[in-house]
């Protein structure tokens, strides 16, 4: 048996903050034609979970499901500028609508996620931040990723998600605050991060403690552990295949990455500190996982 390394919380009184998360998952891809890598990643989904539903939408599709499902939202889909920003914001409007499991194309799973469905809203841990906002202001030396996760549908967590989504797109000020003590030519390499991807979803959890009550986060071990890092508890690996970091050329991006491997080597002291383990409101009962 592995080390205990998933962390539930107790359900509000909210219906769906109740409710299972159904048998299914979610995928999306510009088109129906997968490379190789990812049709591997999908055929790995599959054998696991042979009684799951498997739902895929193409671009298509995706647009499809806006304009029939959430049409007040179109207006937002359609204005954000980056393709990643628009594929975020489609995986929680169908994860919000349809509920289950929304994994990226580079998700390889070792076992099945049976044992979540319980908990309601499952996420993973992402990584130690760099954001000084997250740190001081919200008690957060971490982030929640979003590459893999589920939800019950209607489960106000991911409605809070959604809306911080539209209100980062009416409001830019509120929305990069996370990443003001980013240097500003730097900035552009977090905006979808901090816009609709981890940042998003882990400042809708660090401003909303009554909703942390909902959220069951699959830890590591020791979260100071890069090598853990990315990954779905002991269930699954992101492999990280894709990227979100915009271009802004060869010698920008090489400073904005030395800048960002000063930081974490920083900041890696601070955390450890802290020792290997994050609790708070959210930690309510800790599992083994087999």
């Not at 193409?58 to 959430?70: H, L, P, Y």
């Not at 975020?88 to 609508?97: H, S």
Request: charged share 20%; with cysteine.
């Amino acid at each position: 048996m592995s080390a205990p390394n998933s962390v539930h919380s107790t359900p509000t009184g909210h219906p769906s903050a109740r409710a299972s998360i159904p048998r299914r998952f979610i995928q999306t891809w510009k088109t129906a034609r997968l490379p190789l890598f990812n049709r591997a990643a999908v055929a790995n989904i599959k054998l696991l979970h042979p009684d799951f539903e498997y739902c895929f939408f193409d671009n298509q599709q995706v647009a499809d499901f806006i304009a029939t499902e959430f049409p007040e939202y179109k207006s937002v889909f359609d204005g954000f500028p980056h393709p990643i920003q628009r594929y975020d914001f489609f995986r929680y409007l169908a994860v919000y609508r349809l509920g289950g499991f929304y994994m990226d194309l580079d998700v390889f799973l070792a076992r099945d996620l049976t044992p979540l469905l319980d908990f309601g809203c499952v996420f993973p841990f992402e990584e130690l931040t760099l954001s000084a906002y997250f740190r001081e202001a919200c008690g957060l030396d971490w982030e929640l990723g979003q590459f893999a996760f589920g939800a019950a549908p209607g489960h106000p967590f991911m409605k809070a998600v959604i809306d911080n989504c539209v209100k980062g797109q009416r409001d830019s000020a509120w929305a990069l605050q996370p990443i003001r003590n980013v240097p500003a030519p730097f900035r552009g390499q977090f905006i979808a991060p901090v816009t609709t991807g981890p940042g998003l979803i882990t400042r809708t959890f660090a401003e909303n403690p009554a909703l942390q009550k909902t959220v069951t986060v699959l830890f590591p071990p020791d979260v100071c552990d890069s090598r853990t890092w990315h990954n779905l508890g002991d269930y699954g690996v992101h492999l990280m295949d894709g990227s979100w970091r915009k271009s802004d050329g060869f010698i920008r991006s090489r400073l904005a990455r030395a800048w960002e491997n000063r930081q974490r080597a920083s900041l890696l002291r601070e955390s450890q500190k802290a020792g290997p383990l994050r609790t708070g409101e959210w930690n309510s009962q800790v599992f083994a996982t087999a």
